[in-house]
Structures are given as C-alpha cells and as structure tokens.
C-alpha cells in the first residue's frame, strides 16, 4: 500500500469552498477508472494567518500510483480550479510505504 501525501494551504474564507470543491468535484474526477486507487483522505488544519490542508491518497501499489499521475509522478496533479483557492502549495508529492 502506498499512501501519496501532498499539503495545500487556503485563507479562512476559502477553506470550506476547497472543501466543498475537493469533495464534490475534484475527487470524484481525478479517481474515476484509476486502477488501484483505494481511498482519500482529507485533513485540515487550522492556523492563525491559513488553513492547511493534508491530503492523502491510497494505492495499491507504486505502479497505481503512476497511472494515476503519470510518469512523472512525483509532480502534483493540482487542477486550476484548486490552484484558484490556494495561498500557496506542495508543487511535489511525498510517497510512504504503509509499513504497519
């Protein structure tokens, strides 16, 4: 299992609108037909001046991985729309074996 991890970073006012954006349309289009996609998380993180935002995304292995991003894999798939809401982000993703 290979957990993909990228962080992005909203103002307050735009947090619930990625939220919503991420949620409803974002995931479901850029997981569809993914072979070895498992599951997302979404985690959010309150600070003073931003929101941060962790996500993760499961696959059943690293070749999953590169189907769904390409062989450039390593390189973050952030649609226009999300690029739209950030104050700023991880222009790469950290992949991690799940070892437990």
């Not at 003073?48 to 993760?56: A, M, Q, R, S």
């Not at 590169?66 to 700023?88: D, I, R, T, W």
């Amino acid at each position: 299992m290979i957990a993909r991890i990228w962080k992005g970073w909203t103002t307050h006012e735009n947090a619930s609108v990625y939220e919503e954006l991420f949620k409803n349309t974002v995931l479901p289009k850029v997981t569809q037909g993914v072979e070895g996609y498992v599951s997302t998380n979404l985690l959010r993180r309150e600070a003073d001046e931003n929101v941060e935002f962790t996500t993760i995304f499961w696959f059943e292995s690293l070749d999953a991985v590169k189907n769904f991003a390409g062989p450039n894999f390593e390189q973050a798939v952030v649609p226009e729309q999300v690029k739209a809401l950030m104050s700023h982000y991880e222009e790469t993703v950290h992949h991690h074996d799940v070892a437990l």
